[in-house]
T-cell receptor, first 111, second 117 residues
């Protein structure tokens, strides 16, 4: 089955700096790649997703890039703010619509 | 509109007892998913419902785990004879159409935090 690796496991940045989280996957048939943000005591919330027919997608301060040849995708957050502090999960979707998640990245934005 | 809701938000039980966890999906969503989030295993898929049917139960860890969905809406996840390793956050998600629509966004509820003593 699909295997998703996520790096780094923790990331500390200064407010205003950029943060980048990277994921690799194993199944070349995967075609949907969502990113979720999870705050303490809450469920994961979708922040951005990308499908395999595009290489990059941007939504204000958040962008995701996808390299299908290399089987990796990345989350980029620019101008980080304290409220960006959370756990971020990448995921791919296996046949049958089941999500396979990375292990998560704890992002700390220091003000 | 209302999102996915789950109850109870927290559950403490004794080893060997049965527990029932409830999920109310977004109104009109055909597909419903259960996931488990634990320190050792991360976020893992348990079961998927398309309407009231469960075409994929491959993630249920043992026969102590079962789930049902009635009326194409509410779902309950039941764990019988709970063990300490069942302690985790149980998350429910829903999506508008499921497999028939291809890949689509899954919307998660807040989860039920289960602690087995």
């Amino acid at each position: 089955g699909e295997n998703v690796e996520q790096h780094p496991s923790t990331l500390s940045v200064q407010e205003g700096d950029s943060a980048v989280i990277k994921c690799t996957y194993s199944d070349s048939a995967s075609n949907y790649f969502p990113w979720y943000k999870q705050e303490l005591g809450k469920g994961p919330q979708l922040i951005i997703d990308i499908r395999s027919n595009v290489g990059e997608k941007k939504d204000q301060r958040i962008a995701v890039t996808l390299n299908k040849t290399a089987k990796h995708f990345s989350l980029h957050i620019t101008e980080t703010q304290p409220e960006d502090s959370a756990v971020y999960f990448c995921a791919t979707m296996e046949y049958g619509n089941k999500l396979v998640f990375g292990a998560g990245t704890i992002l700390r934005v220091k003000s | 509109g209302a999102g996915v809701s789950q109850s109870p938000s927290n559950k403490v039980t004794e080893k060997g007892k049965d527990v029932e966890l409830r999920c109310d999906p977004i109104s009109g969503h055909t597909a419903l998913y259960w996931y488990r989030q634990s320190l050792g295993q991360g976020l893992e898929f348990l079961i998927y419902f398309q309407g009231n049917s469960a075409p994929d139960k491959s993630g249920l860890p043992s026969d102590r785990f079962s789930a049902e969905r009635t009326g194409g809406s509410v779902s309950t996840l039941t764990i019988q004879r709970t063990q300490q390793e069942d302690s985790a956050v149980y998350l429910c998600a829903s999506s508008p159409a499921g497999v028939v629509a291809g890949a689509e966004t899954q919307y998660f509820g807040p989860g039920t935090r289960l602690l087995v003593l």
